[in-house]
């Protein structure tokens, strides 16, 4: 039902009533609307089971079982990040976020999905998003890295 393509030459599509919503809720900030992008192009599974962008090495020997964790889908990704340069671009009182920032975004998304929080509710109502109780630290430990890394807004 009215899907919008985000760009020409990938298979990305959202449709109108979420991309109305991210831009609404967005504020001009290229980084809070690549989060809403990020939750509506991928489903908390994907992000939940990836390396998110893969950039990481990790130690073979770590003696982790388990499936192993794939990058997410490098279209999707190249999709969203040529994305919101491109908007950002053409809608200059748009905040444009560095490299850095956008794969910030990424990580994040798949960090929030793992403590089996939704992506993008950053600790709104009172903290009460700790159904997923697998990670590890203590929550007043996630609760003060959440509020450190500048995405609580």
Same mark, same amino acid.
């Given at each position: 039902?009215?899907?919008?393509?985000?760009?020409?030459? =990938?298979?990305? =599509?959202?449709?109108?009533?979420?991309?109305?919503?991210?831009?609404?809720?967005?504020?001009?900030?290229?980084?809070?609307?690549?989060?809403?992008?990020? *939750?509506?192009?991928?489903?908390?599974?994907?992000?939940? =089971?990836?390396?998110?962008? +893969?950039?990481?090495?990790?130690?073979?020997?770590? +003696?982790?079982?388990?499936?192993?964790?794939?990058?997410?889908?490098?279209?999707?990704?190249?999709?969203? *990040?040529?994305?919101?340069?491109?908007?950002?671009?053409?809608?200059?009182?748009?905040?444009?976020?560095?490299?850095?920032?956008?794969?910030?975004?990424?990580?994040?998304?798949?960090?929030?999905?793992?403590?089996?929080?939704?992506?993008?509710?950053?600790?709104?109502? +009172?903290?009460? =998003?700790?159904?997923?109780?697998?990670?590890?630290?203590?929550?007043?430990?996630?609760?003060?890295?959440?509020?450190?890394?500048?995405? +609580?807004?």
């Amino acid at each position: 039902q009215g899907s919008k393509q985000l760009l020409n030459n =990938y298979p990305v =599509y959202i449709t109108s009533k979420q991309w109305d919503e991210a831009v609404n809720s967005s504020k001009k900030d290229g980084r809070r609307l690549l989060r809403y992008l990020i *939750r509506f192009v991928f489903t908390t599974d994907e992000l939940k =089971y990836s390396c998110g962008l +893969g950039k990481r090495k990790r130690s073979v020997q770590s +003696g982790e079982t388990g499936p192993e964790r794939r990058p997410l889908d490098p279209v999707k990704v190249t999709c969203l *990040r040529e994305f919101i340069r491109m908007h950002c671009t053409s809608n200059p009182d748009w905040w444009m976020p560095s490299e850095e920032q956008i794969n910030k975004v990424f990580s994040d998304a798949v960090g929030h999905a793992r403590q089996g929080r939704a992506v993008g509710t950053f600790l709104h109502n +009172g903290n009460s =998003y700790y159904e997923g109780s697998d990670h590890p630290g203590s929550q007043d430990e996630v609760f003060n890295r959440g509020m450190q890394d500048g995405s +609580g807004d």
